[in-house]
């Protein structure tokens, strides 16, 4: 029986990118493993409400929060309704490109790994320049993670991260905003043993674009970082 994917998008205020986003998966799909969509519309006020219950087809669930409660909060809520074996956290801005789901999907059939992180840093066919300040907030908490958890990782902070379901405590996810991502990634960390990290294409916005992570959420994501640990 193959395994399934659970891809977790969770947008907010997306709509000139989200039925992007949903046609590269479509076009990605992948003869290993089947795929169950789940976006989680955060309260937006655009029309990406609208544009989304155009497009059914696209995904299998869509989940919405009346009000914008943050990444971390869609993200969790997504996870509550996925039923695949891994869960796979696919921004809705184009940032992240479908296409290297086969980079993931193939150490999953090889491996059964607990969780792969992808990497903008290495080895990788193309990455956009970055925010100075936030490729700095990157390579701090890159460096701290690594040595909390004694590992290699060379891009803590990419959005690619993809996991066993069971090993998530949902009771235990207390983030809702970006820092989230450090809390579901020490959470795995601390309870499975195998990983692995695959280069990944990256096409990063600027905030002129909508880029909405700031050089500043880098201090929750530290105080999480620590936390997570010691919990």
Known sequence: MKKILSIIIPSYNEEKTIIKILEKIDSNKIELIN???????????DQSRKVLESNKD???????NERNLGKGFSVKKGIENASGDYILIQDADLEYDPGDYVKFVNVISKFDPDGII???VIFNQYTRAHN??????NKILTLIFNIIYNK?????CCCYFVFKRDLIDLKKL???????????ISQVMKKGKNF???PINYNGRTINEGKKIRYYHFIPMLIKLFSSRIK
């Not at 696209?58 to 919405?64: A, D, E, S, V």
């Not at 100075?132 to 907030?137: A, E, L, P, T």
């Not at 207390?174 to 579901?184: A, Q, T, V, Y």
Request: hydrophobic share 40%; no cysteine; net charge negative.
């Open 118 to 120: 992808g990497t903008r």
């Open 174 to 184: 207390k983030s809702n905003g970006f820092e989230g991502h450090i809390e579901i």
């Open 152 to 156: 290699t990782f060379t891009d803590i």
């Open 58 to 64: 696209l995904y299998n669930k869509l989940l919405i």
């Open 196 to 198: 692995y990290e695959v």
């Open 35 to 45: 795929f169950e969509i789940i976006v989680i519309d955060d309260g937006s006020s």
């Open 132 to 137: 100075f300040f936030n490729k700095i907030g």
